[in-house]
């Protein structure tokens, strides 16, 4: 059911957008009638008008839905399902080509050959200027200043199409012919080409891990798969062609032996050690730049224009060939497209950080599987489930280890046979350290259940510890004066600042995470506690001491009462702080928990399962903030009606 | 012999900011016998909180003394019970918790504690209210709801501050009535606070008018209205020609007091 449910997503996706589209579109039109019927009955400002509407709700919702949809191209995937693997072949031949188009003016604004000779021409004149100033002696500045010529004269050589030899010249035009027969043969359009079996057999688009099947599956995919491997052929004899003939062979060699003199004599060791040192960098200035103009890269720029034109053909051709696939690119899948790199085609723009909403719910299924061995949870963990847990464990979470040690008496030490015959003594730290058997108990289980865990621990510390000193301080001359300033002082610091020396402290196990959210949770309940109890009204305590209350009595039916507002305002608070203290302290260390989760996807890169981590704190934030909300309508109705 | 006797009751305020002394009370000197009903009457500021407050023990004087039955006030207690003007009540509690507070702070016998405050929501006319929050009863319930819950206590004084001040004239009226029926049935000494000189001359069998600067009894009454409004119906009491007499003399003076004090200020 789920594996035919995950292969299906495109075409689920397909149906729910439908449907979400037909829906926006109902609630607008609901939502319009609405408004003409209640147009009259209230004026601007009255809080009423803002009473209901829950198809306003629905369309924000569906609008959101089909948002996401389009620009993590799940539209575009539920109607064009084969669009990214024709796609992913484009990107092919785009590739294969690329090697050509760098050295003209369609990959980039200039030939290659023009930057070539103007970068290295301000170099050399660069060098020139700077000639004057150097150690060298007259003679040698007048050498120099004839091996730059020379350099300069090469690269004047070789721009001059007289000068180029005839096999270049044939080498570039059956280059030229090629891709010209290579347009051809993209033009004549898939003749009876059919996908193979192995590309058939391949997972849908967003099924694997690299998302998208790149062996060809379509007749057009074929095609171009086939274009790209005989582009990449034509591009390797591109890369072969150089621009040589005698005159400059001559030139070079004769700068070779000038350059050769002149580092001979920079390493005759008559110099000290600065002077060589800058008379070699110049000389080396000089050679680099010779060394970059002398295997022929520089090709006058009318002998590249057969190409330039081929390759434009080839473009047009290719366009062409892609028929309706341009415009479903162009509308259905925002940003650049697909790009192919060395072993895969990878969506690029939003759909490569933004992922299409059925993944993310087929990468929540797989996490929420509780069956880790079959691929389920997250490293081994589940997501939510439960387990037996040894009673034994949960009591020597509670009974110290050092209770046993000071018991009275001596721990049991082996006798004479080798044997040893345990002790009281010896069975209480047994009992300490959880090595007894006691039965087990049906325990919640899972990452997101370690993250609640941390935050209803420390939640339930920094409440029972937390409001009852809060209502002292409330009414309390020593309490306020002796606590506040203590509270006052680490309650301003982020609780993140916090996390490393606590980390260190407690470990990166469960105590120290909860150490760090207590402190969070106490420091937002002492205050709230402390403002409720602060805010009773005179006349309440002022009456139930004529009623004959003792103070104890006050504090517990008057003053705690009369602060549970605040307080159950304080613990919503509180539960939404401590949230976010924990996802970020476990992203700082520890092995379970929804933000541990985050952290390795993070690391990996892996926004689908980022994602489904973000919706899962959004979910759990939201059902912790409902109950509160339900809990403060049912215990203080009476809130502000005193 | 459970008299109310203050002998020269006087309190004084340090304002925190100036530090000038404020003579909130001085020299107060009268005896309420038991089951007697004052009222007491003055322009605002003069110090009618502060005496009550006194009495009930929630401050300490700073000269003289109160005593009851013999002996001195320097606390709250069960003896003394009081009425607030308004949000005295708890809100989070049923109007029966409400009244039966004081029983159950001194864990009186829970089914005790049913029976009794079943009576008195009878006898402040809040049957079948129980279970009802406070906060869902109009201004004029809840103040039945405080009235009971002082008389429960069975306290042997009851000490009222402007409790009718936030209710409406009809309202009142009948809380006026309730007030006067409860004093007759239960003969308690009670000492009622108002600003309303009408109030003050039905409720009060005695009446104090006070002068504020430093708060002292300017003026004594002994009224017959009290008494008569067991029987007779109010509104025709406020129509007798000596109440009308009492009524524009005492305004007369309040607003001299008025005068004088907006001319010193
Ligand atoms: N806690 C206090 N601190 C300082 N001054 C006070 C305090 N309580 C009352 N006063 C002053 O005492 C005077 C009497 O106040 P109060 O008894 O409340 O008057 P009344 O109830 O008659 O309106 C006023 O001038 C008031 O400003
Ligand atoms: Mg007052």
């Known amino acids: 059911m789920f594996e035919w449910l995950s292969d299906n997503r495109a075409s689920i996706a397909a149906v729910l957008i439908l449907v979400m589209t037909g829906t926006f579109v109902w609630s607008i039109v609901v939502g319009r009638r609405q408004a003409r019927l209640t147009a009259n009955d209230e004026v601007f400002g009255d809080p009423v008008r803002t009473k209901g509407g829950w198809y306003w709700a629905v369309c924000g919702v569906s609008a959101l839905f089909l948002l996401w949809s389009y620009y993590s191209w799940g539209v575009g995937r539920a109607y064009f399902p084969n669009a990214a693997n024709e796609m992913c072949q484009i990107a092919k031949l785009e590739e294969a080509v690329s090697p050509i188009k760098a050295a003209l003016p369609i990959g980039s604004r200039y030939y290659k050959s023009t930057l070539l000779a103007s970068r290295n021409s301000d170099q050399l004149d660069n060098l020139e200027a700077q000639l004057e100033g150097t150690v060298f002696s007259d003679a040698e500045k007048s050498e120099l200043l004839d091996v730059i010529g020379q350099v300069r004269e090469l690269i004047a050589n070789s721009s001059n199409p007289a000068n180029m030899g005839e096999e270049p010249k044939a080498k570039l035009l059956s280059l030229a012919e090629r891709l010209n027969e290579l347009s051809s043969y993209i033009h004549a359009g898939p003749n009876g080409l059919t996908p193979s079996d192995e590309a058939l057999a391949q997972p849908k688009w967003g099924t694997t891990f690299t998302e998208i099947p790149i062996l060809p599956i379509t007749e057009r995919g074929m095609l171009f798969d086939a274009a790209s491997v005989e582009a990449a052929e034509i591009a390797g004899a591109f890369n072969k062609i150089r621009n040589k003939f005698s005159a400059n062979d001559v030139l070079i060699d004769d700068i070779k032996t000038r350059i050769e003199a002149l580092k001979e004599i920079n390493e005759s060791g008559e110099f000290d050690e600065l002077e060589r040192a800058n008379r070699e960098d110049y000389v080396k200035a000089v050679e680099r730049i010779f060394k970059r103009l002398d295997d022929g890269l520089i090709f006058p720029a009318a002998a590249l224009e057969d190409v330039d034109t081929a390759i434009a053909n080839l473009d047009a051709t290719a366009r062409d060939a892609q028929g309706g696939l341009r415009f479903a690119d162009a509308l259905f899948f925002p940003g650049p497209g697909i790009v192919k790199s060395r072993t895969q085609c990878t969506e690029q723009g ?21 069956d880790v061995e079959s691929g389920g949870g997250y490293r081994g963990f589940p997501l939510l489930w439960w387990d037996w847990l040894p009673i034994a464990d949960v009591v020597a979470f509670f009974i110290p280890d050092w209770i046993a040690d000071v018991w009275p008496g001596e721990y049991a030490s082996h006798g004479p046979d080798g044997t040893i015959t345990p002790n009281f003594k010896d069975k209480l730290l047994a009992f300490a350290q959880g090595d007894v058997s006691l039965g087990h108990v049906p325990m919640l289980d899972g990452h997101i259940w370690d993250s609640l865990f941390r935050v209803l621990v420390a939640l339930a510390l920094g409440i029972f510890l937390g409001v009852p000193l809060g209502l002292l301080m409330g009414v309390s001359r020593f309490f306020k004066s002796f606590f506040d300033p203590l509270i006052e002082l680490y309650r301003p610091v982020p609780p993140l600042a916090w996390a490393p020396l606590i980390l260190t402290i407690f470990g990166i196990h469960d105590d120290g995470k909860i150490f760090l959210l207590f402190m969070v949770a106490f420091a937002i309940m002492v205050i709230s506690a402390r403002t409720g109890a602060s805010g009773v009204l005179l006349s309440k305590i002022r009456a139930s001491h004529s009623l004959g209350a003792t103070d104890r009595q006050i504090m517990w039916n008057v003053i705690l009462p009369n602060a549970m507002p605040e307080i159950l305002t304080g613990t919503r608070i509180a539960v939404g702080v401590c949230w976010g203290t924990l996802v970020a302290a476990e992203m700082l260390a ?42 403060i309508q049912r215990t203080i109705p009476w809130r502000g009606m005193g | 012999m459970a008299d109310l006797v203050c002998e020269n009751l006087s309190m004084t305020f340090t304002n925190p900011q100036t530090g000038a002394a404020v003579h909130a009370l001085k020299d107060i000197n009268f005896t309420l016998k038991k089951g007697e009903l004052l009222s007491v009457l003055g322009p605002s500021g ?69 029976e009794l405050v079943e009576k008195w929501l009878d006898i402040v006319g809040l049957q079948g209210f129980g279970d009802t929050p406070t906060y869902q009863l109009s201004g004029g319930m809840q103040q039945r709801v405080a009235l009971a819950r002082c008389l429960i206590n069975d306290p042997e004084v009851i000490l009222m501050d402007e409790p009718l001040g936030a209710l409406d004239a009809l309202t009142r009226e009948k809380m006026q009535s309730l007030v006067l029926e409860l004093w007759k049935e239960t003969g308690k000494t009670i000492m009622i606070i108002t600003h309303s000189v009408e109030e003050a001359l039905l409720l009060g069998e005695r009446l104090f008018v006070m002068a504020p600067r430093p708060g002292r009894v300017h003026k004594e009454y002994r009224l017959p209205f009290a008494e008569r409004g067991l029987q007779e119906s109010l509104r025709e009491i406020k129509h007798d020609p000596y109440f009308s007499e009492v009524r524009e003399e005492i305004l007369t003076m309040i607003w001299d007091m008025e005068e004088e004090i907006m001319g010193r200020v």
Do not use: H
């Open chain 1, 350 to 370: 939003p759909a490569r950080w933004l992922p299409k909403p059925t993944d993310v719910v087929a990468t929540f299924a797989r996490l929420a599987n509780p």
């Open chain 1, 590 to 631: 520890g092995t379970t928990g929804v933000g541990f989760i985050e952290n390795i996807a993070r690391t990996v890169s892996d926004y689908e399962l980022i994602w489904v981590t973000i919706l899962i704190m959004g979910i759990l934030g939201l059902v912790f903030d409902l109950i509160m909300r339900w809990i």
């Open chain 2, 46 to 114: 003069c110090g009618k909180t502060t005496l009550l407050n006194l009495i009930a023990g929630f401050i300490n004087a700073t000269d003289g003394n109160a005593k009851l039955g013999g002996r001195t006030i320097d606390a709250p207690g069960v003896e003394r019970g009081m009425v607030f003007q308004q949000g005295a009540l708890f809100e989070w509690l049923p109007v029966s918790r409400n009244v039966d507070f004081g029983l159950r702070m001194k864990r009186n016998n829970p089914k005790e504690n049913e």
